[in-house]
């Protein structure tokens, strides 16, 4: 008991850490922010909301938190687990409904995925209520696995050199989206969920179909992983280190302009030796 109490206690201390680290890195978080906790129910949303709420106790600058979550209508989702937990712990929360689950199973063709219409419909629902009640950042769970993830999803399947950013200002102008679990790894936050004994409901719309593109990508990865520890965490510290001039993007780097500084050579062997 007491081993488990000190596993607990120190995972908490490193995503605590690890989560102020980003928000001060990316200028998440400022005094009067009202911070609108997004929560699916998942591990990481839930980690997430627990990580904040302690950080708000003991934070520089006063911040304002609400979880928010959306029911989807989605068959046998167990409506009253997350309005129980959140009257437990204390916060203020606000349950949205929607019946997206109609919208999206109607829309997709059988054996195809609905994450992306389900995140769609999901995005805009978010956004709209954040904007209406003022609440000026938009907190999301996703970690530095699905970072990486991301990485590769755009590099195999949309030829970009692009992940998720850990801060971002909506098309519209208006919302801003961030998110605190940048620097934390999935393993930690799964396991300090275990611990915690979060009451996570798993997503049977799209968790229970088979061949998803990003599945993939978290398998390969692992297996990297496995053969050669670390391998995620070198991939990571790779998207914060970018030299621009290594690539070759012309909108990033402007190759021409070398031309301008390069010294010419005849002028070097004019120079006297000492």
């Known amino acids: ?23 001060i890195d990316f200028n998440m978080i400022s005094e009067g922010d009202r911070v609108m906790v997004c929560i699916s129910g998942g591990k990481d949303s839930l980690t997430m909301l627990d990580i904040l709420l302690s950080l708000s106790k003991r934070a520089p600058v006063n911040f304002d938190i609400i979880a928010v979550n959306l029911d989807q209508k989605q068959p046998g989702f167990p409506e009253t687990v997350l309005p129980d937990y959140f009257e437990t712990i204390g916060v203020r929360y606000h349950i949205l409904e929607e019946d997206t689950y109609s919208l999206v199973t109607d829309i997709v063709e059988e054996g195809k995925t609905y ?43 949309g030829g970009k050199l692009k992940s998720m950013p850990p801060k ?11 998110r605190p679990l940048a620097y934390c790894r999935e393993k930690d ?31 390969m990865l692992q297996e990297w992983d496995r053969k050669h520890p670390g391998r995620i ?42």
């Not at 008991?1 to 928000?23: F, G, P, Q, Y």
Request: aromatic content about 8%; glycine content about 4%.
């Open 168 to 178: 971002l200002l909506s098309d519209d102008g208006v919302n801003m989206v961030i």
């Open 189 to 219: 936050i799964a396991r300090y969920a275990d611990l915690e004994e979060f009451p996570v409901i798993p997503c049977n719309l799209c968790g229970s179909q088979n061949n998803l593109q990003r599945q993939v990508i978290k398998q």
């Open 115 to 157: 994450c992306g219409w389900c995140s769609r419909f999901r995005r805009g629902i978010l956004y709209k209520y954040a904007r209406n009640h003022g609440y000026n950042k938009i907190a999301l769970g996703h970690h530095r696995d699905d970072m990486v993830e991301t990485l590769f999803l755009n590099m195999f399947h």
């Open 1 to 23: 008991m007491a081993d488990v109490k000190r596993e607990r206690n120190k995972l908490h201390k490193r995503l605590r850490r690890e989560t102020s680290k980003a928000i």
């Open 233 to 274: 965490e070198t991939i990571f510290k790779s998207m914060c280190n970018v030299v621009p001039s290594h690539l070759i993007d012309t909108d990033f780097f402007d190759f021409a302009e070398l031309e301008g500084k390069q010294i010419d050579p005849s002028a070097l062997l004019s120079i006297s030796p000492n």
